[in-house]
């Protein structure tokens, strides 16, 4: 199956897209200090791919850095937003595999959004 959301190098890597209902901000693709992209949990193991449920969240094996609700602690990684900032707390990643953006809310939603 190709990715349904395919990028190229021509976005601005770690930029701020929007905020989630739960005030958690939402970034491009991110990548780590060693150059590979920060990488989802979920794998295929349904027929398809063409449901959420042929998806499941596995961190074995370790080779995948986003949370359950696809989020990272940027705490102490070292890792720049696009305008060259040091990232810090918990915040979404958008990726080019399932499920591309948030899965779930880390936090509680906001009323005032």
Do not use: Q
Not at 1 to 9: H, I, L, R, S, W
């Amino acid at each position: 199956m190709t990715d349904v959301c395919a990028f190229d190098e021509t976005f601005n890597h770690c930029e701020w897209i929007g905020t989630m209902f739960d005030g958690f901000r939402l970034y491009s693709h991110c990548k780590k200090t060693d150059g590979n992209y920060l990488k989802s949990c979920y794998k295929l193991t349904g027929t398809g791919g063409e449901s959420t449920s042929d998806y499941t969240f596995d961190t074995t094996g370790l080779n995948c850095d986003l949370d359950l609700a696809n989020g990272y602690d940027f705490t102490g990684k070292g890792i720049k937003d696009s305008d060259g900032n040091l990232m810090t707390g918990y915040h979404y990643v958008a990726i080019s595999t399932y499920p591309w953006t948030s899965a779930y809310l880390h936090g509680d939603a906001k009323s005032e959004y």
